[in-house]
């Protein structure tokens, strides 16, 4: 057997080893990328839930039940003449009713320190209003203390029904929650997106800058009710609304500026308190134009929905539809309490809130709860006479 040389066996060897090195000089550069393993895309409520901001998933809903105030003078146990009634008004009735419609709650509450006999009494009241009111389906008259004559802080005097009305309803506030309407309060509109919106509590400022408290809702345990309720016996001094609307203002304010993002919302006038208690504002909310048939000053914006641009811009452009001061409101205040004799003029020959008034819509007013009470009559809730 012959054996050739080591270098002549290993030439082919070499040969291509020079080849290759040729190739890779000469070859362009070529970037190596490794897909990534695919991973499934998660679900949109999963994205939700994983947002920090997110308020999909918030537990935070504002109760949705009403709470009124109607508290009596303190009697002395020798006092054996009749206690007072309830005496409700046509407008008291229709604010509670506006709130029935609305809201649809789950309960109105009538918080009074009426005894058990007087309520049981008004269910059958020779006066309408008051017998409508304690039979609508969800009144419920809760009992509550007074409270005390004086200010524990102070000693200052609490003799004011006004005053005592404000110490229980941010009592009651701070017991269940939920809305509160002062008497002279009408809703125009559902509230549950407000009380859904992820916020504890939901206040609006009235005229002046101020917070009012004559429509606000809240947690019982968000920190704006929660503060009211703690901080109206130190500030009270006998002043209007020094423990309540000013109180209201600093409180709201604080939390608002330096506490937790969810804990208040503040809405601007025209949500609950549009116009005010002065002379040319009750005017405007209250006076009568002959020249009005109930109609042709306003008419609701037609439905946007779907919403189409093109068609939506035409329609402004050619400035058909009149808009009028309580198309963005949730509630008005009627500041029945500044309406003097000196002011009743602005109900022309009606002379007051009256079922005939409202019906005549010539007012901003009658016009804004009119659709309330034309339902209360289809019911059958009421009669006209």
Excluded at 109 to 114: G, K, M, P, V
Aim: with cysteine.
């Amino acid at each position: 057997m012959q054996f050739l040389p080591l270098w002549r066996r290993a030439w082919p060897l070499l040969i291509a080893l020079v080849l290759l090195i040729f190739l890779i000089h000469r070859a362009p550069a070529v970037e190596i990328r490794f897909k990534p393993a695919e991973t499934p895309a998660p679900a949109p409520s999963e994205v939700a839930a994983s947002t920090p901001e997110s308020k999909v998933e918030s537990k935070v809903e504002i109760p949705n039940i009403v709470h009124q105030v109607r508290m009596f003078p303190a009697r002395n146990e020798d006092d054996s003449s009749p206690h007072p009634t309830f005496d409700y008004t046509f407008a008291n009735f229709l604010s509670i009713y506006s709130a029935y419609l609305y809201l649809k709650p789950e309960v109105i509450y009538i918080h009074t320190n009426a005894p058990p006999e007087v309520i049981a009494a008004e269910r059958a009241s020779s006066n309408k209003w008051t017998r409508a009111i304690a039979n609508l389906p969800s009144v419920q008259f809760h009992y509550e203390e007074l409270p005390g004559t004086r200010s524990k802080t102070h000693g200052t005097e609490i003799h004011r029904i006004e005053h005592i009305a404000d110490f229980v309803r941010s009592r009651v506030m701070r017991k269940f929650g939920g809305i509160y309407m002062d008497e002279d309060v009408f809703a125009l509109r559902d509230f549950t997106l407000l009380r859904q919106t992820g916020f504890k509590a939901v206040v609006g400022y009235q005229k002046g800058n101020v917070i009012c408290n004559a429509m606000y809702m809240g947690m019982a345990d968000s920190h704006i009710v929660q503060g009211l309720d703690e901080l109206q016996d130190p500030f009270f001094d006998g002043g209007w609304t020094t423990h309540s609307v000013i109180l209201l203002t600093r409180i709201t304010r604080d939390i608002a500026a330096a506490d937790s993002k969810d804990e208040v919302l503040v809405l601007e006038q025209n949500a609950f308190f549009p116009l005010s208690w002065e002379v040319g504002d009750l005017k405007t909310m209250y006076g009568i134009h002959d020249d009005w048939d109930g109609s042709e000053k306003w008419q609701k914006p037609a439905d946007l929905v779907p919403f189409n641009l093109t068609s939506y811009a035409d329609r402004v452009v050619s400035q058909e539809e009149v808009w009028w001061p309580f198309d963005t409101t949730y509630s008005i205040h009627g500041w029945h309490s500044a309406i003097k004799p000196d002011v009743k003029y602005v109900f022309g020959d009606y002379g007051e809130i009256t079922v005939e008034y409202i019906l005549a819509r010539k007012s901003y007013f009658a016009k804004a709860v009119y659709p309330a009470l034309q339902h209360a009559l289809d019911a059958g809730t009421i009669s006209r006479d």
